[in-house]
């Protein structure tokens, strides 16, 4: 098994910046790609930003350039720097943690709320 626990939502105003981070512990050597998903309200989850183990990175156009996903293998951590943010970045963010085989780990979910 695998525990992940994000930290680093909060309310900020359009254009500001936050930092998410999430902490993963137990069966840590199953996990390969370490990514941040987002539920905004109606919506469905939808992937932000994705890194592996050799920390090459893949992002959603919507938060290209603005957002930088990073990852410490020493800590066991991996980040999201969230830039320039807008309203529309409101939304429940979600740390991901997938085995090779496609298992899926998921945190509790952190809040972000961008006022304007």
């Known amino acids: 098994q695998v525990q992940l626990v994000e930290s680093g939502g909060g309310l900020v105003q359009a254009g500001g910046s936050l930092r998410l981070s999430c902490a993963a512990s137990g069966s840590i050597f199953l996990i390969n790609d370490m990514g941040w998903y987002r539920q905004a309200p109606g919506k469905q989850r939808e992937l932000v930003a994705v890194?592996?183990?050799?920390?090459?990175?893949n992002y959603a156009d919507t938060v290209k350039g603005r957002f930088t996903i990073s990852r410490d293998n020493a800590k066991n951590t991996v980040y999201l720097q969230m830039n320039s943010l807008k309203p529309e970045d409101t939304a429940v963010y979600y740390c991901?943690?997938?085995?090779?085989?496609?298992?899926?780990?998921w945190g509790q979910g952190t809040q972000v709320t961008v006022s304007s």
């Open positions: 991901n943690g997938a085995t090779t085989t496609g298992f899926n780990f």
């Open positions: 890194i592996n183990r050799r920390l090459s990175t």
